[in-house]
């Protein structure tokens, strides 16, 4: 099977089954925050759970689709266990990735996320992919202030 036929069932695997993902309220976090993409309906909401400067815990609730969920899903994961200052790197550093016109920038990422290098080259899924790392790095903007 192709990388991006691996990293497509990747993405559909964290759709169907995510990880971290409250279906009630999002209870007891630090700080959580919203995000919304009206042009094609989603909506995530990501909570922090803080411990001594790291994300001792993240979750997020949400509807949305395949791309966005599957991102939240990887989102979470990824920065579980972070220091808050990492996580922010790593918003930032999924900003510059998706914006970037060659390879060489997914060298950065984490192989965790790599999968979500099937839907870099559809700008028009920019926002899907990005809605819960900009919720991510809102919440722990919040929780600082």
């Known amino acids: 099977m192709m990388a991006q036929g691996v990293y497509k069932e990747k993405l559909l695997e964290h759709y169907r089954q995510p990880m971290n993902r409250c ?4 209870e007891a976090a630090d700080a959580i925050e919203r995000g ?8 995530v909401e990501v909570g922090i759970f803080l411990s001594e400067g790291g994300l001792d815990k993240v979750q997020f609730r949400g509807r949305g689709c395949a791309v966005c969920i599957a991102s939240a899903s990887m989102m ?5 266990g972070m220091r ?3 996580a922010l790197r790593l918003c930032e550093q999924m900003h510059t990735w998706f914006d970037a ?12 996320l790599q999968a979500l ?8 899924r920019r926002k ?3 809605l819960s790392w900009e919720a991510l790095a809102a919440a ?3 929780a600082a202030a």
């Not at 290098?117 to 028009?124: F, S």
């Open 140 to 142: 722990i903007a919040g």
């Open 84 to 86: 808050v200052d990492q």
């Open 117 to 124: 290098g099937a839907v870099r080259e559809h700008p028009a």
């Open 128 to 130: 899907c992919v990005l």
């Open 36 to 43: 919304s993409n009206p042009r094609c309906g989603d909506e």
């Open 101 to 112: 016109q060659d390879d060489a920038a997914t060298f950065t990422l984490p192989e965790s």
């Open 23 to 26: 279906d009630g309220a999002i």
């Open 76 to 80: 979470t994961e990824a920065v579980t």
